[in-house]
């Protein structure tokens, strides 16, 4: 999967997700949205423990070759250089702690789920996906340096919908996201999403409005 940079998607992917959800929405009367967003949280204690770790790092090291640096032994003006060395490691340590990988690396997978699953819950809001009708809305998000695939729905659907439903539609997702293939990692987990939609909401013979847009959002 992608390490946390938000891709440019082509117009021709793009209309290839639109198509997917317009077909999809044939099938059933509830509203699929795929969302992509570039990172689900801003970890700031990744940093400070990044930080913390290279400020210790070189302090260790400043200590263990002490007499390197003082050939003639301590002077108060070398806490003043220890002090100084600690911090500009630390706030390099910082810094470094904004990258995915760091993220990854110092972030539990139960701390990155919360933040998903809260992007989720906030994008759901924030793009309308709760304002149909009939509460049928579902939200298909991934999120690139979590490197996880989230699945809400609205109430109606929470009702039929399963968690194992949904970790269906995640798996599927997944498979072709591994593959290096995104777009037809939603494409895919959309046409799930479908089949499963369209046993406890199936789309009115005459009556089956397009609510919310087709096209895939994408979040920084």
Partial sequence: MA?????????????RVEAAV???????????VPMIVRQSGLYREAQHRAGLLVALFILTALLTIE????????????????LTATALAYLFG?????WP?????????????????????????QHGVARTREQTGLLLMVSLLER?????????????????????VVAVVVERIKADDLVGGLC????????????????????????????????P
Avoid: Y
């Avoid at 007499?67 to 220890?82: I, K, Q, R, S, Y």
């Avoid at 996880?148 to 269906?168: I, K, T, Y």
């Fill in 188 to 219: 895919r987990g959309i046409e799930a999403s479908a089949v499963h939609l369209a046993r406890c909401c199936p789309s009115g013979e005459s009556d089956n409005p397009n609510e919310l847009s087709n096209d895939v959002i994408q979040d």
């Fill in 101 to 125: 990988l760091i993220i990854r690396l110092l972030t539990s997978h139960k701390r990155m789920r919360q933040k998903v699953q809260l992007r989720a819950e906030l994008a759901f809001a």
């Fill in 148 to 168: 996880q695939v989230h699945v809400l729905a609205d109430r109606s659907l929470g009702d039929h919908m399963s968690g194992a439903q949904r970790q269906d």
């Fill in 22 to 32: 317009h077909a999809a929405e044939q099938h059933t009367s509830a509203e699929i």
């Fill in 67 to 82: 007499t390197a640096w003082l050939p003639w032994g301590w002077h108060g003006a070398n806490a003043l250089w220890l």
């Fill in 94 to 98: 910082a810094w470094s702690g904004t």
């Fill in 3 to 15: 390490t946390g940079k938000l891709p440019a998607l082509t117009k021709e992917e793009r209309a």
